[in-house]
């Protein structure tokens, strides 16, 4: 309800503002719309497009208001419609939606403090989701920025704290943060079936910190990204059973799953003339532990079982992109990453390997609008992307090889 309302408020304002021929100093307000096609040769990372779909579209509009010289409201708001990914389709919501009261200021450093909805500090490219003018690609990096997990690691809401420090060998940004994770309920998608199976995901915590130097000119930047986050997934499933003994009768499994992820990256980026050097490496531990209910409706009996077995298994991943400015309103890049999973005697698996070759423009037309278009080679696949094929082996399988061209046309103000 309170979501609702701060959505409908935040539109009217926005609009009454952009009608008006109003200057207000303390208010900015910026947005963008995109409209992207996708091809591929079967797979990829949003939906299947073999022929071609415009599927791949999303709106912004984000605002900045100071209302006190210690206290300023920064909220953005997207409406995406982005393949077949129940993540990915969102009609309209908040990506961040945060007031921030600066605590602390000195000379050359600072404390502040950030209450509400806000972007994940994870990386070099976490803050940058759903801005498609800030970065040159189309899709960020998919080793560690998944579209199809794409809300459990973008947002939180809760608080935040940042620490900033500038002195003469460069700049320093620390924050810490602790809130709730967005994890859509799944009722939705599995109750469709009519099985009267379904799964229900609540929300997660999450914790943790992001750290970032900079040197005083801004071309070499050196940071780290760590972050705790858990959940209990509960899968409920009703079905008949028949009973040699009473008869036929019906029972219910109530299955909680609980997840533990400890994620963490080290990154760096270095701009030299025209050139951009970017590279980022990145562990995801994950723990799974399960617990089953069991209740028969027929003898009223309830059962429970506190399975044993827990699960852990951690992936090691990486990208490096090289972006090149070949004038002043174009430039290319070439980004080559690898994602692959270890068991727990840390030897290599094909369970969910990825690798992918990116290769991509970006053209500024106008001051305003921009084309962006990239070419990605992907080997490899499983529950990484989503593939066209009903075939449970074929999604499984690490040695394929396929291709995807995405054009997207990008405005903003």
Same mark, same amino acid.
């Given at each position: 309800?309170?979501?609702s309302?701060?959505?409908?408020?935040?539109?009217l304002?926005?609009?009454?503002?952009?009608?008006?021929?109003?200057?207000?100093?303390?208010?900015?307000?910026?947005?963008?719309a995109?409209?992207?096609?996708?091809?591929?040769?079967?797979?990829?990372?949003?939906?299947?497009?073999?022929?071609?779909?415009?599927?791949?579209?999303?709106?912004?509009?984000?605002?900045?208001?100071?209302?006190?010289?210690?206290?300023?409201?920064?909220?953005?708001?997207?409406?995406?419609?982005?393949?077949?990914?129940?993540?990915?389709?969102?009609?309209?919501?908040? #990506?961040?939606? $945060?007031?921030?009261?600066?605590?602390?200021?000195?000379?050359?450093?600072?404390?502040?403090?950030?209450?509400?909805?806000?972007?994940?500090p994870?990386?070099i490219?976490?803050?940058?989701?759903?801005?498609?003018?800030?970065?040159?690609?189309v899709?960020?990096?998919?080793?560690?920025?998944? #579209?199809?997990?794409?809300?459990?690691?973008?947002?939180?809401?809760?608080?935040?704290?940042?620490?900033t420090?500038?002195?003469?060998?460069?700049?320093?940004?620390?924050?810490?943060?602790? *809130?709730?994770?967005?994890?859509?309920?799944?009722?939705?998608?599995?109750?469709?079936?009519?099985?009267?199976?379904?799964?229900?995901?609540p929300?997660?915590?999450?914790?943790? *910190?992001?750290?970032?130097?900079?040197?005083?000119?801004?071309?070499?930047?050196?940071?780290?990204?760590?972050f705790?986050? #858990?959940?209990?997934?509960?899968?409920?499933?009703?079905d008949?059973?028949?009973?040699?003994?009473? *008869?036929?009768?019906?029972?219910?499994?109530d299955?909680?799953v609980? $997840?533990?992820?400890?994620?963490?990256?080290?990154?760096?980026?270095?701009?030299?003339?025209?050139?951009?050097?970017?590279?980022e490496?990145?562990?995801?531990?994950?723990?799974?532990?399960?617990?089953?209910?069991?209740?028969?409706?027929?003898?009223?009996?309830?059962?429970?079982?506190?399975?044993?077995?827990?699960?852990?298994?951690?992936?090691?991943?990486?990208?490096?992109?090289?972006?090149?400015?070949?004038k002043?309103?174009?430039?290319?890049?070439?980004?080559?990453? $690898?994602?692959?999973?270890?068991?727990?005697?840390?030897?290599?698996?094909?369970?969910?390997?990825?690798?992918?070759?990116v290769?991509?423009?970006?053209?500024?037309?106008?001051?305003n609008?921009?084309l962006?278009?990239?070419?990605?080679?992907?080997? *490899?696949g499983?529950g990484?992307?989503?593939?066209?094929?009903? #075939?449970?082996?074929?999604?499984?399988?690490?040695d394929?090889?396929?291709?995807?061209?995405?054009?997207?046309?990008?405005y903003?103000?």
């Amino acid at each position: 309800m309170l979501n609702s309302l701060a959505r409908h408020f935040f539109c009217l304002i926005a609009t009454l503002f952009c009608m008006s021929g109003f200057a207000v100093d303390s208010l900015v307000l910026h947005g963008f719309a995109s409209q992207g096609i996708v091809y591929t040769s079967g797979n990829e990372f949003v939906n299947g497009s073999t022929s071609g779909s415009f599927d791949f579209g999303q709106i912004g509009l984000n605002g900045y208001l100071q209302l006190h010289p210690r206290f300023s409201i920064a909220a953005q708001m997207v409406s995406r419609n982005v393949g077949d990914v129940p993540e990915n389709e969102e009609d309209l919501d908040f #990506d961040y939606l $945060q007031i921030k009261a600066n605590i602390l200021s000195g000379s050359n450093s600072g404390v502040k403090a950030v209450l509400g909805w806000y972007k994940i500090p994870f990386g070099i490219f976490g803050e940058h989701r759903d801005l498609p003018m800030i970065h040159n690609g189309v899709l960020l990096p998919q080793e560690h920025y998944p #579209d199809f997990q794409r809300n459990r690691y973008m947002r939180a809401r809760g608080a935040l704290l940042e620490y900033t420090y500038a002195g003469e060998a460069g700049n320093i940004k620390f924050r810490i943060f602790n *809130g709730v994770s967005g994890v859509p309920s799944y009722k939705e998608i599995f109750d469709v079936f009519g099985s009267g199976s379904y799964f229900h995901a609540p929300r997660s915590r999450i914790k943790g *910190g992001h750290l970032i130097y900079s040197s005083l000119d801004s071309r070499f930047k050196l940071g780290m990204s760590y972050f705790e986050r #858990d959940s209990y997934l509960c899968q409920i499933i009703n079905d008949a059973y028949a009973n040699s003994v009473s *008869g036929p009768g019906w029972y219910d499994i109530d299955i909680y799953v609980y $997840q533990y992820d400890r994620v963490g990256a080290i990154f760096g980026e270095y701009l030299h003339d025209k050139w951009t050097f970017t590279l980022e490496i990145g562990r995801l531990s994950q723990t799974y532990k399960d617990r089953v209910l069991i209740t028969d409706f027929y003898d009223s009996e309830k059962v429970d079982l506190d399975h044993a077995r827990t699960l852990k298994d951690f992936s090691d991943g990486y990208f490096f992109q090289v972006d090149r400015e070949i004038k002043s309103n174009f430039a290319v890049l070439l980004r080559h990453g $690898q994602r692959y999973y270890k068991d727990r005697n840390k030897e290599k698996t094909f369970r969910n390997y990825l690798e992918t070759t990116v290769a991509g423009f970006r053209w500024d037309i106008s001051q305003n609008i921009i084309l962006k278009g990239e070419y990605s080679y992907i080997v *490899g696949g499983g529950g990484t992307i989503v593939t066209v094929s009903d #075939d449970e082996d074929y999604k499984q399988r690490s040695d394929l090889y396929w291709d995807m061209v995405i054009l997207q046309l990008v405005y903003h103000f």
